[in-house]
């Protein structure tokens, strides 16, 4: 008896146990796919963890279907990392197998239904529905359960299916297909029969009436002469400026041959630059020390003020790394950045560099993938946002994560709710390679881990050929509406400011962390607000589009013309969003071009690519945007930033509210003034003094990070403690309350550490299931792994009482 264990692309904590046979013993290694059947019908792509003797004891295992892989398609390493987040993360593997697996790469099944050949069909005592379906299928071979759903027009078609499978007129089948097709280019070239001296003669012959054609052949010669390389049908239109139809009427006459070539779809086409890359004394220094901390430490962080110069840093070093033959992978926060470190880095490593992300397709990532597996000089640095962490290194040297502090590297949904950041430390663990962090503004865990010595550190404290740093101007809001000097959100000051730098041909950014219009429209007659149906949240008003929309769920409705409760038509918006500032833009400064960058404007596959490069191109005076404008984009023109609201950071219901403000106003004032000149920021505020703002405006921070950490360790949270917050959600609101209350007293009674709740989060309801949130306080005194079990223990027995068996639990270890 021979077994395999693998894992299924299915919120599952456990492997699954199938039969094979002697042959398929020794051919199946660890990381092969194989297609297995699971339920009743449904057929999944597994991920073969281990290959064994042992039969399972509770039930039949049941045999593969198909193997799938010639060679395995993922490491030992990456499935022992794989287990590890899975039990560190509190997930199933299932879930990281899914989330880390290009979709391409899992086969999905769909049912076919198809008619049973020699079957006579008396079809008189067919129902109106089994007709419908057998006519259907008189027509076509075959048809997907889909495709009847459509054809009967109603979804519950499985007992009429039923009943024809009894009845011995249909079958089902489950068909798999593979996500992944390469991607082909049509080239041509010459027919043999004219490549002689004769030959081109007979041709020109053959051509001489036929202008349009003859044109397209001169031109080919031509490109070859040049050129010397295969020529593309794409190439050959555009060189001849003329059409592929006439392209194809001279392969039907046999004077071209068309051929397919296998194309990367993620392929650099460019020059690199031979320019050195010459680092400054500051820069060096730190170089330096970066090498000398990794003879002790496996992690590191660069500490850089904003402009400081850090992607250098990381281009020397990586430079050092592949000339060992080591792999390296740069992890960024935030898709927006790619596009600009990807241009930056070609231009030094040409072709070597692979980017993965999830606006890349199905199909484009499943190369990056297959790249990485093999190896190949393509993929030698992958850049990529957190997922890129879960693709099959081999020979992984170097792992950089910039811009360390930003919480985008923590996903929240789904399962795995893995830290890109810690992940990669672990990681980078397994192959023996090593860390950098790079941040301007470190999280404050990372900083403590520098200073108790986990940590190497290395600082940068001036701006890269001696800039300034920014000057920072607040600008009181309470004191400029009571004098009446603000123009709806833009205060005297800044409308000075703005006109200023755009007199002098200089580019200005906006930064406004909410998207749409305005976050509430209210009833000045009865104070009624539209709230979403499913959601405990006010709808956003969006003007372009004329609608309410939830940001939650993306139910919308269109804007209504008088209040749904009392009927009266007077409508007014309160507080503003980054269309709103962008419509008062126009009307303030109706001779400069604005552009906004936010999530709804940057929606396609380059969507942030089009905006960055018109900003950076100029095409842009004034960029209005959110957070995704905050970090690393470097732009050279740029002398002036306004924030204009800081407070809606500060007032946020999140322990690390005031750490996150001090990071994003840092990051926001970091873009302004990169070049020759100090750049200005204007902070308009309606708490000048508060004590976080006064902190960015002297660029103090250690002020800030002491007196958080203080903070932190009086009410007990990170880096003091761990904190583990368990969402549960049901429809009911009663049975959710009861449900959490059994789960809060079994926990705070067993584990002796601080738990708190269960408590209703700010936004209560969310398509339509109640939330309430538990909070449990680690010490580091305390072993997080046993405790973790302990917890898993009792979230099993809550799950294993009847009545609460439908509230979802969701873990998510260390909370951010």
Request: some cysteine.
């Amino acid at each position: 008896m021979f077994f395999v264990e693998v894992v299924l692309p299915l919120s599952l904590a456990k492997t699954f146990t199938y039969r094979i046979s002697e042959a398929e013993f020794h051919f199946i290694k660890k990381g092969m796919r194989v297609s297995v059947p699971f339920g009743k019908s449904k057929i999944y792509t597994a991920l073969v963890l281990d290959v064994h003797q042992n039969e399972p004891s509770l039930y039949d295992a049941k045999e593969i279907h198909q193997i799938l892989d010639e060679k395995p398609i993922a490491t030992e390493i990456q499935i022992k990392h794989w287990l590890w987040v899975a039990n560190y993360y509190m997930c199933g593997i299932g879930d990281v197998y899914r989330g880390a697996f290009p979709s391409g790469l899992l086969l999905e099944s769909e049912t076919i239904i198809s008619h049973k050949a020699d079957i006579v069909v008396n079809e008189n005592e067919l129902s109106d529905e089994e007709f419908l379906v057998y006519e259907a299928l008189q027509q076509q071979s075959s048809l997907k359960v889909q495709e009847i759903i459509s054809i009967l027009n109603k979804k519950n078609i499985l007992p009429t299916l039923q009943k024809m499978i009894a009845k011995n007129i249909i079958v089902l089948e489950e068909e798999i297909k593979e996500g992944y097709k390469p991607k082909l280019v049509r080239y041509v070239k010459l027919h043999a029969k004219y490549e002689s001296d004769n030959g081109l003669g007979e041709l020109l012959e053959i051509l001489k009436s036929a202008n349009k054609q003859k044109e397209i052949v001169l031109a080919y010669f031509q490109t070859m002469a040049s050129e010397k390389k295969p020529i593309t049908v794409k190439k050959l239109v555009e060189v001849s400026n003329s059409t592929s139809a006439t392209v194809k009427a001279l392969i039907d006459k046999e004077i071209f041959e068309e051929y397919l070539l296998q194309h990367d779809r993620v392929s650099f086409e460019g020059e690199t630059s031979d320019k050195q890359l010459l680092l400054s004394e500051a820069q060096e220094n730190a170089f330096t020390a970066i090498k000398n901390n990794f003879l002790e430490k496996e992690v590191c962080l660069l500490h850089g003020v904003t402009s400081s110069g850090k992607t250098e840093i990381y281009i020397k070093l990586i430079e050092e790394y592949l000339a060992t033959g080591k792999q390296v992978l740069y992890l960024l926060p935030e898709i927006a950045l790619t596009t600009q470190l990807v241009s930056r880095l070609r231009l030094h490593f040409g072709d070597k560099v692979a980017v993965f992300h999830s606006k890349y397709s199905n199909n484009e990532r499943v190369e990056v993938w297959k790249q990485t597996l093999e190896n190949s000089e393509k993929a030698k640095i992958v850049i990529g946002a957190r997922s890129a962490l879960f693709l099959p290194f081999n020979n992984l040297g170097l792992l950089i994560v910039d811009e360390e502090h930003e919480q985008t590297f923590k996903q929240s949904d789904p399962a795995p709710r893995y830290h890109a950041r810690d992940a990669a430390i672990v990681l980078a663990n397994f192959h023996s390679a090593k860390v950098l962090l790079g941040s301007a503004t470190p999280s404050i865990e990372t900083y403590f881990n520098t200073q108790t010595d986990k940590y190497g550190l290395v600082s940068l404290t001036e701006r890269y050929n001696n800039v300034k740093m920014p000057e920072i101007l607040l600008v009181d809001l309470k004191d400029k509406q009571f004098r009446k000097r603000m123009t709806g959100h833009f205060s005297d000051v800044l409308i000075e400011e703005i006109t200023e730098a755009l007199s002098l041909g200089e580019q200005v950014i906006l930064f406004q962390n909410r998207r749409g219009y305005s976050p509430i429209i209210e009833c000045m007659t009865c104070g009624h607000v539209p709230h979403c149906q499913q959601c405990d949240v006010s709808l956003t008003f969006h003007k372009h589009k004329n609608q309410l929309r939830c940001h939650y769920c993306g139910y919308s409705i269109a804007k209504p013309t008088h209040c749904h409760s009392c009927s009266s038509i007077d409508l007014t918006t309160k507080g503003f969003g980054t269309e709103q500032i962008e419509q008062e833009l126009v009307s303030l400064f109706p001779k400069a071009k604005t552009g906004r960058m936010d999530q709804d404007t940057t929606r396609g596959k380059y969507g942030f690519e089009k905006i960055i490069d018109s900003f950076k191109n100029r095409e842009i005076d004034i960029l209005v945007g959110t957070q995704m404008l905050a970090k690393g984009l470097d732009f050279d023109n740029v002398s002036l930033v306004g924030i204009m609201n800081a407070d809606n950071m500060l007032h946020h219901p999140d322990f690390r509210a005031f750490e996150r403000s001090f990071q994003m106003m840092t990051q926001v004032a970091g873009r302004a003034g990169r070049s020759e000149k100090q750049g200005k920021v204007v902070i308009q505020t309606y708490n000048p003094n508060h004590n976080t703002i006064q902190q960015v405006t002297t660029h103090n921070y250690m002020g800030m990070y002491k007196e958080q950490l203080y903070d932190r360790q009086i009410y007990k949270y990170p880096p003091y403690f761990r904190i583990i917050k368990l969402t549960l959600k049901h429809r009911e609101f009663e049975k959710l309350k009861e449900g959490s209350m059994w789960l809060y007293q079994v926990l705070s009674q067993n584990l002796g550490i601080p738990v708190l709740g269960p408590e209703e989060p700010a936004i209560s309801r969310i398509r339509n299931e109640y939330i309430r949130t538990i909070l449990i306080k680690i010490p580091q005194n305390l072993p997080l792994a046993s405790t973790k079990k302990t917890i898993q223990k009792m979230l099993n027995s809550f799950e294993a009482v009847a009545q609460y068996r439908a509230i979802k639990v969701i873990a998510n270890v260390d909370f951010y």
